[in-house]
C-alpha cells in the first residue's frame, strides 16, 4: 500500500498560536518523509523532511515530529503567522519504489491576523 | 536561473482536442516528473523519466504520453483530452531521485 492519508483538509489558526497538521502511512518500507508548502499560483517547495531514523527535526519554527511505531508524522507551525497561510502537503517515498514521491491530500491553513 | 519552465500557463480545451504541455528545466537535473493536483486528492504522478532516455508509467498514466526530448525538457501530451483531464498539471526534477523536487509554477487546464 501507497497511500499517505493527511488531516486536516483545512485549518484556520490565529496568528502566534501553533498548527498542526497530522499525516499516516501504511507501508513500513517508507523511508523518507517529506513536507511541502505550496502558494496560491506556485509549485510546491519543499519545506523541511526526516527520514525514520530520528523522531524529531526541527528547522526554525517548523517542526516535523515522527512516531514510527505508529506510522504516523506531523508537522507543527509555531508561532503561526498570516504569511504561513498556504497548502501543506505531506509525502512519503521509498527506494523500492524508486523514491517517487506519494502525496497527501493536502491541508489549507489559512493564519488570521 | 529559471529553475522549472511550464508552457502555457492556462489552457482550455475542447473535448477530443490534443495538446502538448511543455516542461523545461535549467538545473541540469537528470530526473523529470508530471503530477496532476485535484482538489482533495493532493498530487498524483502522471509519469517519470529518471534520466535522460527513459520514461516510466506512475500512479495515473491513462490518457497521457511523454517525451524526454533531452536532458533540459520533457513534455506531457494529451492526444484526447476528456473533462475528467481538467487539473493543474506540474513539471518537477530533481539531480536524481530522492532528492527534492523543484517544481514549476503550474498548467491550469479546463476540457470543456
Known amino acids: 500500500q501507497q497511500q499517505v492519508k493527511q488531516s486536516p483538509q483545512s485549518l484556520i489558526v490565529q496568528k502566534g498560536g501553533i498548527s498542526i497538521i497530522n499525516c499516516a502511512y501504511e507501508?513500513?518500507?517508507?523511508?523518507?518523509f517529506p513536507w511541502y508548502q505550496q502558494f496560491p499560483g506556485k509549485g510546491p517547495a519543499l519545506l523541511i523532511a526526516?527520514?525514520?531514523?530520528?523522531s524529531e527535526k526541527k528547522e526554525g519554527r517548523f517542526t516535523i515530529s515522527f512516531n514510527k511505531s505508529a506510522k504516523q508524522f506531523s508537522l507543527h507551525i509555531m508561532d503561526s503567522q498570516p504569511g504561513d497561510s498556504a497548502t501543506y502537503f505531506c509525502a512519503a517515498s521509498m527506494v523500492e519504489y524508486g523514491n517517487k514521491l506519494v502525496f497527501g491530500a493536502g491541508t489549507i491553513l489559512r493564519v488570521k491576523s | 536561473n529559471a529553475g522549472v519552465t511550464q508552457t502555457p500557463k492556462f489552457q482550455v480545451l475542447k473535448t477530443g482536442q490534443s495538446m502538448t504541455l511543455q516542461c523545461a528545466q535549467d538545473?541540469?537535473?537528470?530526473?523529470m516528473y508530471w503530477y496532476r493536483q485535484d482538489p482533495g486528492m493532493g498530487l498524483r504522478l502522471i509519469y517519470y523519466s529518471a534520466s535522460e532516455g527513459t520514461t516510466d508509467k506512475g500512479e495515473v498514466p491513462n490518457g497521457y504520453n511523454v517525451s524526454r526530448l533531452n536532458k533540459r525538457e520533457f513534455s506531457l501530451r494529451l492526444e484526447s483530452a476528456a473533462p475528467s483531464q481538467t487539473s493543474v498539471y506540474f513539471c518537477a526534477s530533481t539531480l536524481q531521485q530522492g532528492l527534492p523536487l523543484h517544481f514549476g509554477n503550474g498548467t491550469r487546464l479546463t476540457v470543456t
Open positions: 507501508n513500513t518500507a517508507f523511508d523518507y
Open positions: 538545473m541540469n537535473h537528470n530526473s
Open positions: 526526516i527520514r525514520p531514523d530520528v
